[in-house]
């Protein structure tokens, strides 16, 4: 079973920034978080990933936590094609990934 | 750099058919592969994944099977689909634990 939690939908308007959150209580210490996205008729593209500390790359920022029980991905300026199903994974070693049912994010013009 | 082909890219087939979905990765090696299907308006749902050759881990009790006959290659198989077989099925790979998983394009698979 998937060991994240997420909103079923979320919307934002464009060119504001949208702030996905993600809950996973249940985390362990040597747990990755990675977060995915689906554009429609598409296979899932990863977007970032992270253990301990905030990341950024050119996609979007990830906030965890102090605790490491909940995290946010950020999406700096939302456009229309950043609407899609964003998946929030743990991560551990061995482990094979289990997809949760993910944010769908709705952009408005 | 290291690509993912998956085929084909759509088809119907009857209720009772056989089915042959095939995935192969280029430019890596000992990729640990995986197939998931997505129902329509669905969630991801993990059906095989693979660490090695011959090495296949089912998730799922159900009508398919899948096979790694070579590092590069994964196979998802039935030998007679039923109506619930339909959906999105994507391979993926990653090069090792705790990596980016990168995904085929997919495979829209409608059984009438």
């Known amino acids: 079973d998937a060991k994240t939690t997420q909103p079923n939908s979320m919307e934002s308007n464009e060119e504001e920034p949208v702030h996905l959150p993600c809950n996973h209580s249940?985390?362990?210490?040597?747990?990755?978080i990675h977060w995915y996205r689906q554009l429609p008729s598409q296979g899932p593209e990863y977007v970032i990933h992270?253990?301990?500390s905030n990341v950024n790359n050119r996609m979007a920022s990830l906030a965890i936590a102090e605790d490491r029980k909940s995290s946010t991905l950020i999406l700096h300026r939302a456009t229309l094609r950043d609407a899609a199903v964003y998946y929030c994974?743990?991560?551990?070693?061995?482990?094979?990934?289990?997809f949760g049912k993910g944010t769908r994010l709705h952009i408005l013009p | 750099s290291q690509t993912i082909h998956q085929w084909p890219a759509t088809l119907v087939q009857p209720v009772g058919s056989p089915l042959s979905l095939e995935c192969t990765v280029e430019?890596?090696?000992?990729?640990?592969l995986y197939w998931y299907r997505q129902a329509a308006g669905r969630g991801l749902q993990l059906l095989f994944y693979s660490v090695g050759i011959g090495q296949i881990s089912s998730e799922v009790p159900q009508n398919l099977s899948a096979s790694r006959p070579q590092d590069r290659q994964f196979i998802l198989s039935s030998k007679k689909l039923l109506l619930s077989d339909s959906g999105f099925y994507l391979c993926?790979?990653?090069?090792?634990?705790?990596?980016?998983?990168?995904f085929g394009s997919g495979t829209q698979l409608s059984v009438l």
């Open positions: 249940t985390i362990s210490g040597t747990d990755y």
């Open positions: 994974i743990l991560r551990d070693g061995d482990d094979k990934i289990i």
């Open positions: 992270g253990l301990t």
């Open positions: 993926a790979w990653e090069e090792g634990p705790d990596e980016k998983l990168f």
């Open positions: 430019g890596t090696s000992n990729p640990n």
